[in-house]
T-cell receptor, first 114, second 115 residues
């Protein structure tokens, strides 16, 4: 089944404790992206990747890191999480750039930072 | 500032009736795509419909259609014969610019379909 998977689905952590949210797609898509969703703000793009070893900042990259060493994986790293990073996170992929192609979204990761 | 504006935070409609969700945007591009995504209570985001700006014909997908007014930078979504399964949050989105992969979403409109 073609899909985007994210893990974990739910995470409660404490300020400053490094964490990684994994994202994997099995559709051989070139493009992958991370978003955060907050009430009243919609989805905001954190980072995106047009292909392996190519990443770029979205609108809200501060406090996040990403890497794209393999085509299928695009992990999101929070080196020192803070409470303002409490949010719902989505990973997405598309055949090529999301400005043209349909994005397929993962199921979301609910992160709470206390 | 590059923005996508959905001015209706919440809407409701009776089952089988028609509802229109509004979206306005700004852009300096001439050719681009616009998207409507749906997020039901399950949180799974799925594409509803996509419009190419250079096409004058409005996109249609079954009960979903758009009213695209390029000059006015308006991109509304019309849902005909509303069904209970249409209850969801709907997001309008447009590219920040061509060939960058950056996508800008609106704030979302929560639609409740009532039986």
């Amino acid at each position: 089944e073609a899909q985007v998977t994210q893990n974990p689905r739910y995470l409660i952590t404490v300020t400053g404790k490094k964490l990684t949210v994994t994202c994997s797609q099995n559709m051989n898509h070139e493009y992958m992206s991370w978003y955060r969703q907050d009430p009243g703000l919609g989805l905001r793009q954190i980072y995106y990747s047009m292909n392996v070893e190519v990443t770029d900042k979205g609108d809200v990259p501060e406090g996040y890191k990403v890497s794209r060493k393999e085509k299928r994986n695009f992990p999101l790293i929070l080196e020192s999480p803070s409470p303002n990073q409490t949010s719902l996170y989505f990973c997405a992929s598309s055949l090529r750039g999301a400005e043209t192609y349909e994005q397929y979204f993962g199921p979301g990761t609910r992160l709470t930072v206390t | 500032a590059q923005t996508v504006t959905q001015s209706q935070p919440e809407m409701s409609v009776q089952e089988a009736e028609t509802v229109t969700l509004s979206c306005t945007y700004d852009t300096s591009e001439n050719n681009y795509y616009l998207f409507w995504y749906k997020q039901p209570p399950s949180r799974q985001m799925i594409l509803v419909i996509r419009q190419e700006a250079y096409k004058q014909q409005n996109a249609t997908e079954n009960r979903f259609s758009v009213n695209f007014q390029k000059a006015a930078k308006s991109f509304s979504l019309k849902i005909s014969d509303s069904q209970l399964g249409d209850t969801a949050m709907y997001f309008c989105a447009r590219p920040a610019s061509s060939n960058t992969g950056k996508l800008i979403f609106g704030q979302g409109t929560t639609l409740q379909v009532k039986p």
